[in-house]
């Protein structure tokens, strides 16, 4: 599964060289009708032609999950008590060891001298004058979005707990000042025929009378954050930037092993597969500490 994100990625890079080399969709649609009313067969390699454009276009279009999807700023404001301007970034990693994708939605204040006389009006309010036209692609601040960039790319990978990633943050940026991390991590997902990550659930799968409904996807969202901040230090010959202390709550077994201040874990299954996983007796079992969403019909019944 990784080898084909990578290879989506590899096509994604090259897509528009690939493009300029494939006629129009209309022209190919022509050329297709011309086919079949002169040859009176089916145009199979104008067919293949017309797949290769459709499916360039959607790579080229971002419609795939890359490796790495890079940051983006889907929101701004200003903390009132500090008057620090703060945005959320939201990037996304493709962990090819664990064959897991994972969204990171981050919460960051900014006390860069330039971006905070930017945004921040004399009565610690975000400048409406400032036109920010968001989503902004990458971090806000043009003097850190490519170091944030490179930041993301080696410091996403599953293996590293969220709090290990905002500790990171907070050493690496000295102005940024992480103050919330969530993690979603989009998987296991199991399916009869498909995936082979647990024998006991794809046997139970297996049983379910229609293949479409055979399947169960569970994600989990870890979330840490800043309890206080260290104020930073100066003095004549050293000085230190502020830095954050983060809760782990320590109290949970569960969430001193993840490395986050709280956690919840979710599982998707279409009503006929809770019904097999449930007749097996082992729902219990395989749930757990989950939150089970069960899709019945065109609704979502929730906190089964």
């Not at 404001?77 to 970034?89: A, D, L, M, S």
Request: proline fraction near 6%; charge should be negative.
């Amino acid at each position: 599964m990784f080898q084909n994100v990578l290879e989506l990625e590899k096509d994604r890079n090259t897509a528009e060289g690939r493009l300029a080399a494939i006629p129009d969709a209309q022209v190919l649609r022509t050329e297709m009708a011309d086919f079949i009313l002169r040859h009176r067969a089916f145009p199979e390699a104008l067919q293949a032609r017309m797949a290769e454009r459709i499916y360039l276009e959607a790579v080229s279009a971002g419609e795939i999950f890359s490796p790495v999807v890079l940051p983006e700023t889907v929101h701004v404001g200003v903390n009132p008590k500090n008057r620090r301007p703060y945005y959320v970034v939201v990037w996304g990693a493709f962990d090819g060891t664990q064959t897991l994708p994972m969204v990171y939605i981050a919460l960051i204040e900014d006390s860069s001298d330039a971006l905070v006389n930017m945004l921040v009006r004399d009565d610690g309010t975000l400048d409406p004058s400032v036109q920010i036209p968001l989503p902004v692609g990458g971090l806000l601040n043009p003097q850190l979005a490519a170091r944030f960039d490179d930041f993301v790319t080696r410091n996403s990978g599953y293996a590293l707990t969220p709090a290990t990633i905002a500790a990171n943050l907070d050493t690496d940026f000295p102005t940024l000042h992480p103050k919330q991390l969530r993690r979603f991590v989009l998987g296991p997902f199991y399916s009869a025929g498909i995936t082979e990550n647990n024998d006991r659930i794809t046997g139970i799968l297996s049983k379910v009378r229609k293949p479409e409904d055979a399947w169960l996807l569970t994600w989990t969202q870890q979330e840490v954050f800043s309890r206080v901040e260290r104020p930073a230090e100066r003095g004549f010959f050293s000085s230190t930037p502020a830095r954050q202390e983060f809760y782990i709550d320590t109290a949970n077994l569960e969430a001193t092993r993840m490395g986050v201040s709280a956690y919840e874990k979710h599982a998707l299954v279409p009503h006929e597969a809770y019904q097999a996983l449930y007749a097996s007796g082992e729902a219990a079992a395989i749930f757990g500490d989950y939150k089970v969403h069960v899709i019945s019909g065109n609704q979502v019944i929730s906190e089964v």
